[in-house]
Structure formats: C-alpha cells, structure tokens
C-alpha cells in the first residue's frame, strides 16, 4: 500500500491532478482541510474544539491532523479495498513530514506541482474573480506564496531523494501526463 504527498504552491493545480490521480488509480484521497471540515461538521467534542480554533484563525495542532488522518487511513485499510493513499496538501513545513512518518507510515513518493511565484499569483487572482474567496487578494496571495516558498523548501530538500518535481506550468493534459509516467511505474512496483 503506497502512501503519497502531494506538494505544491497555492493555485499550482494540485486539486485538479488529485482528481485525475484518484480516477485513474484509485487512491484514497485524503485532504487535510476535508477532513479538518467533515470533523467539524460532525459535531463531536473535537470537531466543535476544531472549529473555535478555526474560526479564531489559530492553526490547528499538527498532533490533531494527524490523528484525523491516521484514522480515516487506518478505517480504509480494514475495509480493504484501498490501493494507497494521496495525501493531499500535507505537510506544509518539514516537522509535520517527519512527525507524519513516525506517527502514521512512510511515505513513498512525493508529487511536487512546481510552478513560479507570477503563475500562482495569476492563478489564484483568477480564481479570486470567480470564487470571491477571502484569502484570493494580491497582499495575502503574496504573503501565503512567500510562506510557501520557505517552508516547501525544507520539505524538498530534506526528502530529495523520494521527491519528483512536476512542472506545472503547462496544459492539465500534459501536466497529467508527466504524472502517470511517475504513478504508473510506483504503482507497478
């Protein structure tokens, strides 16, 4: 069972491939902001903890995401019909990577959507003038790249060695492309 990250920058593509990831392979995708949200909603002490810290705009605990993880993994894999998991989005700076790989499994494979700092400014501004979210204005979109930037460097470096670097500038055809090459043989093996 293949356990893999995906990585990249805010408006990289990395919600559009995991689509295509998961119907091609059959991956359990699990996002740590989905499971964060479906907790909350669930209404469980936890979830109403998780959503007075969110709505506060305080980080919730690497230790609770974790968790949240670790069971939705641990539930799938005792139903059994789960070839690996694309974890979505995580981690976002290097302790979390390596507090994931003591506390949940290994990872296996990292999918970093590389692209510059104009196309996710562009992007996301695009995005912006359709979806009207709050975070989408040019001063946080420069902030949250920076942050980005920073953080993501340590994770790639500190994982070279199981890292693959997809350029993401191009068409979502070719983008996908350039993936499958990679799944297909890790999925192979």
Same mark, same amino acid.
Request: charged residues 30%; hydrophobic residues 35%; proline residues 3%.
């Given at each position: 069972? &293949? ?5 990249? =920058?805010?408006? %990289?593509? &990395?919600?559009?491939? %995991?689509?295509?990831?998961?119907? &091609? +392979? ?13 907790? *909350? ?7 109403? #903890? ?14 609770? *995401?974790?968790?949240?993880? !670790? ?7 005792? =139903? ?9 989005? +995580? ?12 506390? $949940? %499994?290994? /990872? ?6 590389? $692209?510059?700092?104009?196309?996710? !400014? ?7 003038? *359709? ?5 989408? @204005?040019?001063?946080?979109? !420069? &902030?949250?790249?920076?942050?980005? #930037? ?8 500190? +994982?070279?060695?199981? /890292? $693959?670097?997809? @350029? ?8 996908? @492309?350039?993936?499958?090459? /990679? ?7």
């Amino acid at each position: 069972m &293949k356990t893999i990250w995906v990585i990249g =920058g805010p408006g %990289c593509g &990395k919600g559009t491939q %995991c689509d295509r990831i998961i119907k &091609k +392979y059959g991956l359990l995708h699990l996002s740590s902001g989905d499971l964060l949200r479906d907790e *909350v909603a669930s209404n469980s002490p936890r979830g109403a #903890n998780l959503q007075e810290l969110m709505s506060k705009g305080l980080f919730v605990p690497t230790e609770v *995401v974790l968790e949240l993880i !670790k069971e939705k993994m641990t539930k799938a894999k005792e =139903g059994g019909s789960v070839t690996g998991f694309l974890i979505d989005g +995580y981690p976002r700076e290097l302790e979390q990577g390596i507090k994931f790989e003591k506390d $949940v %499994c290994p /990872v296996d494979l990292i999918l970093f959507f590389d $692209v510059g700092n104009e196309t996710m !400014k562009t992007r996301l501004l695009g995005r912006a003038a *359709v979806s009207q979210r709050a975070d989408d @204005n040019e001063e946080t979109i !420069k &902030k949250r790249i920076e942050i980005f #930037n920073s953080k993501n460097n340590e994770i790639v470096e500190h +994982y070279k060695d199981k /890292v $693959v670097r997809i @350029n993401a500038e191009g068409a979502i055809d070719d983008i996908f @492309n350039e993936v499958t090459k /990679v799944l297909d043989t890790l999925v192979k093996s």
